[in-house]
Protein backbone atom coordinates (compact mmCIF):
# COMPACT_ATOMS: atom_id res chain seq x y z
CA UNK A 1 0.00 0.00 0.00
CA UNK A 2 1.39 3.21 -0.81
CA UNK A 3 2.25 5.65 2.18
CA UNK A 4 -1.11 7.65 3.13
CA UNK A 5 -1.19 11.84 2.59
CA UNK A 6 -1.62 13.64 5.99
CA UNK A 7 -5.14 14.42 4.48
CA UNK A 8 -5.84 10.74 4.61
CA UNK A 9 -3.79 10.05 8.14
CA UNK A 10 -6.41 12.95 9.40
CA UNK A 11 -9.72 11.20 8.23
CA UNK A 12 -8.49 8.05 9.65
CA UNK A 13 -7.55 9.73 12.99
CA UNK A 14 -11.52 11.09 13.00
CA UNK A 15 -12.46 7.59 12.60
CA UNK A 16 -10.18 6.26 15.28
CA UNK A 17 -10.88 8.80 17.70
CA UNK A 18 -14.73 7.55 17.83
CA UNK A 19 -13.74 3.60 18.15
CA UNK A 20 -13.84 2.93 14.65
CA UNK A 21 -12.20 -0.35 13.78
CA UNK A 22 -11.17 -0.85 10.17
CA UNK A 23 -9.18 -2.27 7.70
CA UNK A 24 -7.86 -0.11 4.37
CA UNK A 25 -7.55 -1.16 0.60
CA UNK A 26 -6.00 0.41 -2.49
CA UNK A 27 -7.33 -0.47 -5.50
CA UNK A 28 -5.21 -0.37 -8.68
CA UNK A 29 -6.26 0.63 -12.33
CA UNK A 30 -6.01 -3.01 -13.44
CA UNK A 31 -7.77 -3.92 -10.25
CA UNK A 32 -10.61 -1.58 -11.19
CA UNK A 33 -11.03 -2.70 -14.78
CA UNK A 34 -10.98 -6.29 -13.56
CA UNK A 35 -13.36 -6.09 -10.81
CA UNK A 36 -10.41 -7.23 -8.00
CA UNK A 37 -8.59 -7.00 -5.50
CA UNK A 38 -5.86 -8.44 -3.07
CA UNK A 39 -7.28 -9.15 -0.13
CA UNK A 40 -4.24 -8.59 2.05
CA UNK A 41 -2.89 -10.04 5.44
CA UNK A 42 -4.77 -7.37 7.10
CA UNK A 43 -7.85 -7.41 5.15
CA UNK A 44 -7.93 -11.05 5.96
CA UNK A 45 -7.28 -10.71 9.82
CA UNK A 46 -9.86 -8.19 9.99
CA UNK A 47 -12.32 -10.06 8.22
CA UNK A 48 -11.52 -13.23 10.51
CA UNK A 49 -11.30 -11.17 13.89
CA UNK A 50 -14.94 -10.03 13.18
CA UNK A 51 -16.21 -13.53 12.53
CA UNK A 52 -16.93 -12.40 8.66
CA UNK A 53 -14.86 -14.64 6.75
CA UNK A 54 -12.07 -17.52 7.24
CA UNK A 55 -10.07 -17.95 4.01
CA UNK A 56 -7.66 -20.22 5.65
CA UNK A 57 -10.49 -22.59 5.15
CA UNK A 58 -11.86 -21.43 2.42
CA UNK A 59 -11.81 -23.69 -1.23
CA UNK A 60 -10.67 -22.51 -4.62
CA UNK A 61 -12.84 -21.73 -7.35
CA UNK A 62 -15.88 -20.25 -8.07
CA UNK A 63 -18.40 -22.54 -6.48
CA UNK A 64 -17.14 -21.72 -3.50
CA UNK A 65 -17.36 -18.01 -3.52
CA UNK A 66 -18.58 -16.09 -0.26
CA UNK A 67 -21.11 -13.05 -0.69
CA UNK A 68 -21.46 -10.81 2.25
CA UNK A 69 -24.45 -7.75 2.30
CA UNK A 70 -22.31 -4.76 2.01
CA UNK A 71 -23.11 -1.34 1.78
CA UNK A 72 -21.37 1.93 0.04
CA UNK A 73 -21.17 5.08 2.37
CA UNK A 74 -21.57 8.00 0.22
CA UNK A 75 -21.70 11.55 1.98
CA UNK A 76 -25.57 11.47 1.41
CA UNK A 77 -26.67 8.02 0.95
CA UNK A 78 -25.93 4.63 1.70
CA UNK A 79 -25.81 1.88 -1.42
CA UNK A 80 -26.69 -1.18 -1.04
CA UNK A 81 -23.54 -3.58 -2.68
CA UNK A 82 -22.37 -7.48 -2.33
CA UNK A 83 -18.97 -8.33 -1.40
CA UNK A 84 -17.39 -11.35 -2.94
CA UNK A 85 -14.69 -13.13 -0.59
CA UNK A 86 -13.15 -16.10 -2.88
CA UNK A 87 -10.25 -17.70 -3.72
CA UNK A 88 -9.21 -18.53 -7.75
CA UNK A 89 -8.24 -21.45 -9.41
CA UNK A 90 -5.38 -19.50 -10.60
CA UNK A 91 -1.84 -17.86 -8.72
CA UNK A 92 -2.28 -20.40 -5.95
CA UNK A 93 -5.69 -19.67 -4.71
CA UNK A 94 -4.46 -16.01 -3.46
CA UNK A 95 -7.41 -14.20 -1.13
CA UNK A 96 -9.57 -11.79 -3.71
CA UNK A 97 -12.31 -9.09 -2.67
CA UNK A 98 -14.61 -6.94 -4.36
CA UNK A 99 -17.19 -4.80 -4.08
CA UNK A 100 -20.22 -4.47 -6.56
CA UNK A 101 -20.69 -0.96 -7.51
CA UNK A 102 -17.19 -0.20 -6.86
CA UNK A 103 -15.79 1.21 -10.10
CA UNK A 104 -18.48 4.46 -9.76
CA UNK A 105 -17.15 4.82 -6.28
CA UNK A 106 -13.49 4.47 -6.28
CA UNK A 107 -10.55 5.47 -8.79
CA UNK A 108 -7.57 3.94 -8.57
CA UNK A 109 -4.84 4.32 -6.02
CA UNK A 110 -8.11 6.05 -3.82
CA UNK A 111 -7.48 4.34 0.12
CA UNK A 112 -10.99 2.52 1.07
CA UNK A 113 -11.89 2.08 4.58
CA UNK A 114 -13.82 -1.12 5.25
CA UNK A 115 -15.96 -1.24 8.41
CA UNK A 116 -17.60 -4.95 9.96
CA UNK A 117 -20.47 -4.11 11.69
CA UNK A 118 -22.99 -6.22 12.75
CA UNK A 119 -22.29 -8.71 9.93
CA UNK A 120 -22.25 -6.61 7.25
CA UNK A 121 -19.42 -4.40 5.92
CA UNK A 122 -19.60 -0.97 4.89
CA UNK A 123 -16.82 1.20 2.42
CA UNK A 124 -15.57 4.96 2.59
CA UNK A 125 -13.61 6.33 0.41
CA UNK A 126 -10.89 7.75 2.69
CA UNK A 127 -9.51 9.79 0.24
CA UNK A 128 -12.36 11.21 -1.08
CA UNK A 129 -15.62 11.43 1.43
CA UNK A 130 -15.84 14.35 3.56
CA UNK A 131 -15.20 12.56 6.97
CA UNK A 132 -15.09 15.53 8.87
CA UNK A 133 -17.47 17.74 7.71
CA UNK A 134 -20.45 14.68 7.95
CA UNK A 135 -19.40 13.63 11.54
CA UNK A 136 -19.88 17.86 12.31
CA UNK A 137 -23.64 18.21 10.90
CA UNK A 138 -26.48 18.38 13.06
CA UNK A 139 -28.56 16.75 11.09
CA UNK A 140 -28.47 13.26 10.68
CA UNK A 141 -26.03 11.21 7.70
CA UNK A 142 -25.28 7.53 6.76
CA UNK A 143 -21.51 8.08 7.99
CA UNK A 144 -22.59 9.74 11.44
CA UNK A 145 -25.25 7.18 12.46
CA UNK A 146 -23.25 4.19 11.50
CA UNK A 147 -19.95 5.64 13.96
CA UNK A 148 -22.32 6.46 16.54
CA UNK A 149 -23.63 2.72 16.81
CA UNK A 150 -20.00 1.72 16.72
CA UNK A 151 -18.46 3.78 20.23
CA UNK A 152 -17.62 1.97 22.81
CA UNK A 153 -18.78 2.86 26.85
CA UNK A 154 -16.26 3.82 29.34
CA UNK A 155 -15.10 0.92 32.35
CA UNK A 156 -15.87 1.16 35.99
CA UNK A 157 -12.27 -0.10 36.99
CA UNK A 158 -10.68 2.95 34.84
CA UNK A 159 -12.40 4.94 37.51
CA UNK A 160 -11.28 3.35 40.43
CA UNK A 161 -7.40 3.82 39.07
CA UNK A 162 -8.00 7.42 37.89
CA UNK A 163 -8.55 7.64 41.57
CA UNK A 164 -5.85 6.34 43.12
CA UNK A 165 -3.45 7.95 40.18
CA UNK A 166 -4.93 11.56 41.63
CA UNK A 167 -3.63 10.75 45.38
CA UNK A 168 -0.81 9.65 44.08
CA UNK A 169 0.04 13.14 42.14
CA UNK A 170 -1.34 14.88 44.76
CA UNK A 171 1.62 13.54 46.93
CA UNK A 172 4.42 15.80 44.92
CA UNK A 173 7.79 14.75 44.05
CA UNK A 174 7.96 11.12 45.31
CA UNK A 175 11.41 9.08 45.39
CA UNK A 176 12.04 6.60 42.76
CA UNK A 177 12.39 2.92 44.24
CA UNK A 178 15.16 1.97 42.13
CA UNK A 179 17.94 4.06 40.10
CA UNK A 180 17.35 2.58 36.67
CA UNK A 181 15.60 3.59 33.41
CA UNK A 182 12.24 1.59 34.64
CA UNK A 183 12.58 2.99 37.45
CA UNK A 184 9.18 5.23 36.47
CA UNK A 185 7.11 2.24 35.93
CA UNK A 186 8.62 -0.30 38.89
CA UNK A 187 7.91 3.40 41.48
CA UNK A 188 4.77 3.43 40.26
CA UNK A 189 3.51 0.08 40.53
CA UNK A 190 5.18 -0.25 43.78
CA UNK A 191 2.69 2.44 45.35
CA UNK A 192 -0.17 0.41 43.61
CA UNK A 193 1.05 -2.64 45.53
CA UNK A 194 1.45 -4.07 42.57
CA UNK A 195 4.46 -6.86 42.76
CA UNK A 196 7.11 -6.89 39.90
CA UNK A 197 7.00 -9.57 37.92
CA UNK A 198 7.48 -10.46 33.83
CA UNK A 199 3.37 -11.59 33.18
CA UNK A 200 2.00 -10.35 30.19
CA UNK A 201 -1.06 -9.64 31.55
CA UNK A 202 -1.95 -6.12 32.53
CA UNK A 203 -1.25 -5.01 35.41
CA UNK A 204 -4.41 -3.13 37.40
CA UNK A 205 -7.59 -5.37 36.72
CA UNK A 206 -6.84 -5.52 32.96
CA UNK A 207 -5.60 -2.15 32.57
CA UNK A 208 -2.33 -2.00 31.18
CA UNK A 209 0.08 0.64 33.42
CA UNK A 210 3.07 2.65 30.82
CA UNK A 211 4.85 5.07 32.82
CA UNK A 212 7.43 7.31 31.08
CA UNK A 213 9.46 10.53 31.72
CA UNK A 214 7.71 13.32 30.36
CA UNK A 215 9.50 13.88 27.21
CA UNK A 216 6.61 13.82 24.13
CA UNK A 217 9.51 13.12 21.63
CA UNK A 218 9.98 9.54 23.02
CA UNK A 219 8.46 6.05 21.48
CA UNK A 220 5.84 4.64 24.03
CA UNK A 221 6.74 0.69 24.37
CA UNK A 222 3.61 -1.22 23.21
CA UNK A 223 5.01 -5.03 24.33
CA UNK A 224 7.86 -7.22 23.64
CA UNK A 225 7.97 -10.56 21.40
CA UNK A 226 10.63 -12.87 20.13
CA UNK A 227 10.55 -14.14 16.44
CA UNK A 228 9.30 -17.18 15.92
CA UNK A 229 12.09 -19.25 15.72
CA UNK A 230 10.75 -22.34 14.62
CA UNK A 231 10.40 -20.40 11.01
CA UNK A 232 13.10 -18.31 11.41
CA UNK A 233 16.73 -19.01 10.06
CA UNK A 234 18.21 -17.76 12.72
CA UNK A 235 17.12 -19.36 16.15
CA UNK A 236 18.03 -17.52 18.63
CA UNK A 237 18.91 -13.74 19.98
CA UNK A 238 22.51 -14.83 20.27
CA UNK A 239 22.57 -15.15 16.64
CA UNK A 240 21.32 -12.41 15.69
CA UNK A 241 24.20 -10.30 18.31
CA UNK A 242 26.78 -12.44 16.52
CA UNK A 243 25.91 -11.23 12.97
CA UNK A 244 25.16 -8.10 14.00
CA UNK A 245 26.17 -6.51 17.20
CA UNK A 246 28.92 -3.84 17.73
CA UNK A 247 31.68 -3.95 20.35
CA UNK A 248 30.30 -0.82 23.42
CA UNK A 249 32.64 -0.30 26.63
CA UNK A 250 33.89 -4.32 25.90
CA UNK A 251 30.80 -5.86 26.04
CA UNK A 252 29.14 -6.78 22.54
CA UNK A 253 25.83 -5.28 22.30
CA UNK A 254 22.70 -4.49 19.84
CA UNK A 255 21.24 -1.82 20.70
CA UNK A 256 19.22 -0.39 18.01
CA UNK A 257 15.79 0.61 16.10
CA UNK A 258 14.56 -1.18 12.97
CA UNK A 259 11.68 0.36 10.83
CA UNK A 260 9.89 -0.59 7.40
CA UNK A 261 10.58 2.55 5.93
CA UNK A 262 14.10 2.68 5.42
CA UNK A 263 17.70 0.37 6.77
CA UNK A 264 19.72 0.87 10.01
CA UNK A 265 23.23 1.70 10.66
CA UNK A 266 23.58 -2.38 10.91
CA UNK A 267 21.34 -2.72 7.67
CA UNK A 268 18.52 -4.22 8.75
CA UNK A 269 15.15 -3.07 7.88
CA UNK A 270 11.68 -4.67 8.26
CA UNK A 271 8.88 -5.61 6.01
CA UNK A 272 5.23 -6.85 5.85
CA UNK A 273 4.70 -9.84 3.64
CA UNK A 274 1.32 -10.07 3.11
CA UNK A 275 1.05 -13.19 1.67
CA UNK A 276 2.49 -15.48 4.15
CA UNK A 277 0.79 -12.38 6.90
CA UNK A 278 4.46 -12.48 8.44
CA UNK A 279 6.47 -9.40 9.56
CA UNK A 280 9.48 -10.53 8.77
CA UNK A 281 13.30 -8.71 9.50
CA UNK A 282 16.01 -8.41 6.67
CA UNK A 283 19.65 -7.94 6.28
CA UNK A 284 21.44 -6.02 3.88
CA UNK A 285 23.86 -8.84 3.89
CA UNK A 286 23.25 -11.06 0.60
CA UNK A 287 24.20 -14.71 2.81
CA UNK A 288 21.53 -13.81 5.33
CA UNK A 289 18.73 -11.71 3.67
CA UNK A 290 15.31 -12.10 5.46
CA UNK A 291 16.18 -14.24 8.91
CA UNK A 292 13.56 -14.17 11.48
CA UNK A 293 9.63 -13.62 11.17
CA UNK A 294 7.26 -12.90 13.14
CA UNK A 295 3.21 -13.90 12.76
CA UNK A 296 0.89 -10.99 12.15
CA UNK A 297 -1.70 -12.80 14.20
CA UNK A 298 0.68 -13.39 17.22
CA UNK A 299 1.11 -9.77 17.33
CA UNK A 300 -1.92 -9.02 16.80
CA UNK A 301 -2.79 -11.07 20.29
CA UNK A 302 0.05 -9.08 21.94
CA UNK A 303 -1.71 -6.27 21.23
CA UNK A 304 -4.36 -6.78 22.51
CA UNK A 305 -3.56 -8.58 25.64
CA UNK A 306 -1.44 -5.57 26.73
CA UNK A 307 -3.47 -2.69 25.31
CA UNK A 308 -7.29 -3.76 25.94
CA UNK A 309 -7.30 -0.79 28.14
CA UNK A 310 -4.50 1.24 28.90
CA UNK A 311 -3.12 4.01 31.44
CA UNK A 312 -0.39 5.51 29.79
CA UNK A 313 0.92 7.86 32.70
CA UNK A 314 3.76 10.68 32.32
CA UNK A 315 5.66 11.78 35.08
CA UNK A 316 8.33 14.64 35.40
CA UNK A 317 11.81 13.88 36.78
CA UNK A 318 12.73 15.51 39.55
CA UNK A 319 16.78 15.55 41.13
CA UNK A 320 16.29 16.25 45.37
CA UNK A 321 19.18 15.79 47.01
CA UNK A 322 21.20 13.92 44.64
CA UNK A 323 18.01 11.40 44.43
CA UNK A 324 15.68 10.99 41.01
CA UNK A 325 11.79 11.38 42.31
CA UNK A 326 8.83 11.41 40.00
CA UNK A 327 5.99 13.65 40.06
CA UNK A 328 2.96 11.50 38.19
CA UNK A 329 1.18 14.66 36.36
CA UNK A 330 -0.90 13.19 33.55
CA UNK A 331 -2.79 10.16 32.20
CA UNK A 332 -3.95 9.47 28.78
CA UNK A 333 -6.72 6.78 28.61
CA UNK A 334 -6.95 4.69 25.88
CA UNK A 335 -9.09 1.58 24.81
CA UNK A 336 -9.15 -1.26 22.61
CA UNK A 337 -6.90 -1.02 19.86
CA UNK A 338 -7.49 -0.99 16.36
CA UNK A 339 -5.81 -4.03 15.03
CA UNK A 340 -5.70 -3.59 11.71
CA UNK A 341 -4.23 -0.26 12.17
CA UNK A 342 -1.50 -1.60 13.75
CA UNK A 343 -0.11 -3.34 10.34
CA UNK A 344 -0.27 0.32 8.47
CA UNK A 345 1.38 1.89 11.36
CA UNK A 346 4.16 -0.75 10.60
CA UNK A 347 4.51 0.15 7.42
CA UNK A 348 4.38 3.32 8.09
CA UNK A 349 7.11 3.25 10.19
CA UNK A 350 5.37 4.59 13.19
CA UNK A 351 5.85 1.52 14.77
CA UNK A 352 9.44 0.02 14.95
CA UNK A 353 10.84 -2.77 16.45
CA UNK A 354 13.52 -2.04 19.16
CA UNK A 355 16.78 -4.82 19.98
CA UNK A 356 17.84 -4.85 23.39
CA UNK A 357 20.89 -7.80 23.40
CA UNK A 358 23.61 -7.81 25.19
CA UNK A 359 26.12 -10.57 25.91
CA UNK A 360 27.15 -10.35 29.78
CA UNK A 361 30.66 -11.02 31.43
CA UNK A 362 29.58 -14.76 31.73
CA UNK A 363 28.99 -15.18 28.06
CA UNK A 364 25.30 -15.46 27.96
CA UNK A 365 23.32 -13.24 26.29
CA UNK A 366 20.03 -10.91 27.54
CA UNK A 367 17.19 -9.83 25.41
CA UNK A 368 15.70 -7.32 26.69
CA UNK A 369 12.98 -6.89 23.58
CA UNK A 370 12.19 -7.57 20.79
CA UNK A 371 10.55 -4.14 21.98
CA UNK A 372 7.84 -2.81 19.83
CA UNK A 373 7.24 1.24 20.05
CA UNK A 374 5.78 3.40 18.58
CA UNK A 375 5.50 7.24 18.11
CA UNK A 376 3.66 9.21 20.13
CA UNK A 377 1.85 11.35 17.39
CA UNK A 378 0.06 8.00 16.27
CA UNK A 379 -1.04 6.89 19.58
CA UNK A 380 -4.75 8.23 18.14
CA UNK A 381 -4.72 6.21 14.99
CA UNK A 382 -3.70 3.28 16.95
CA UNK A 383 -6.00 3.91 20.00
CA UNK A 384 -10.15 5.08 19.60
CA UNK A 385 -11.73 7.25 22.36
CA UNK A 386 -8.36 8.82 23.64
CA UNK A 387 -9.45 10.94 27.09
CA UNK A 388 -6.58 13.05 28.81
CA UNK A 389 -6.12 13.63 32.50
CA UNK A 390 -4.45 15.96 35.03
CA UNK A 391 -3.06 14.08 38.22
CA UNK A 392 -2.36 17.82 39.84
Avoid at 245 to 254: E, F
Amino acid sequence: MRLLSEQELNKLKLLTDRSVELCLLEPTKNGLEKSIMDATSTVRAYLKSNSIHNYETQKQGPDNKIQISSFIVSNTSLFPSNCSLYRPKTKNGDARIWFKGLNSYASSNDILGVIAFEKKLFVINITKIEIEKLLNEKSSNPLKDLIAEIKLTKSKASQELLLLLKEIGARGPIPACINADTAVGRTLESLLGININSSKNPDYKGIELKSFRNKRSNRKSLFAQVPNWNESKFKSSAEILNAFGYNRNKDLKLYCTVSAIARNSQGLKLRLDNKSSQLVENSDKPLINDFVIWELEMLHKRLLEKHNETFWIAADSVIINGKEHFLYTEVEHTKKPIITQFDILLEQGSITLDHLIKKTETGGVVEKGPLFKINPKALDLLFPSSSIYSLL
